[in-house]
């Protein structure tokens, strides 16, 4: 099971790394934006030296396939080959994604809404793929359904691809997401920890704290 996380924002990133068992960042232009202001060369730097060992994963901003090839070696070149980079499955995407991986460049196949897109994705050799799970609900599609059958799809051809459970706006489906078969989920922080600090943990721990102190004394 791996934990990323869905963020831009450095302190949260900070304190994620800090406690939580994190395995990669991911993000798209939509979450850097809502971090502005900054450069947005610099701020990829940052969270790259924040989050060593991590994967990082990073969304080209291209819709065309050649836009897209000159864009993941720019962003190679800043932060390193094993970034993953993330492409929306599209048809211009999914030949991205043969010539990227004929590259040897990492790619997290993003913006997955259908099984078959998913599919495509896995058979063009994208490393993860990011399924957009509360877009889905939104739009009335069962995304653990979705998710089920891109992993029954993945064992049965034996393919290396894992699946990143992303788009997330509650912890239920989260656990939806990684019961389905996700390997993987990307979360924004604020909503990994809304399950450590609900009122039912805190009280629990607040009433132990209490007796704790009852029967040691107080020292
Ligand atoms: C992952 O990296 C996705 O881009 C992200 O989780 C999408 O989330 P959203 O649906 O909240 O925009």
Not at 22 to 45: C, H, M, W
Request: aromatic share 6%.
């Amino acid at each position: 099971m791996e934990w990323m996380i869905d963020t831009a924002n450095l302190e949260e990133i900070r304190e994620a790394m800090d406690m939580l068992p994190i395995t990669g960042v991911t993000t798209n232009p939509s979450i850097l934006k809502a971090a502005l202001p900054f450069d947005y060369e610099q701020r990829l730097r940052e969270i790259r030296a924040l989050t060593p060992g991590c994967s990082m994963h990073v969304q080209l901003g291209s819709e065309a396939c050649e836009g897209m090839l000159r864009e993941a070696q720019e962003l190679q070149a800043l932060l390193g080959d094993d970034i993953y980079v993330k492409v929306p499955v599209t048809e211009q995407g999914v030949k991205a994604i043969r010539l990227l991986k004929a590259r040897g460049v990492n790619v997290t196949a993003t913006a997955i809404y259908y099984p078959l897109q998913a599919m495509l994705a896995v058979s063009a050799g994208a490393d993860y793929l990011a399924p957009y799970c509360n877009r889905m609900e939104q739009n009335e599609i069962d995304f653990g359904r979705v998710i089920g059958q891109i992993r029954d799809m993945i064992d049965l051809g034996g393919y290396a691809s894992r699946i990143l459970g992303a788009s997330f706006k509650n912890a239920g489906q989260v656990v939806r997401a990684i019961d389905s078969g996700a390997h993987a989920v990307t979360v924004p922080p604020a909503l990994l920890k809304s399950c450590l600090n609900s009122a039912l943990v805190t009280d629990a721990v607040a009433a132990f704290t209490r007796d704790y102190a009852k029967v040691r004394g107080e020292r």
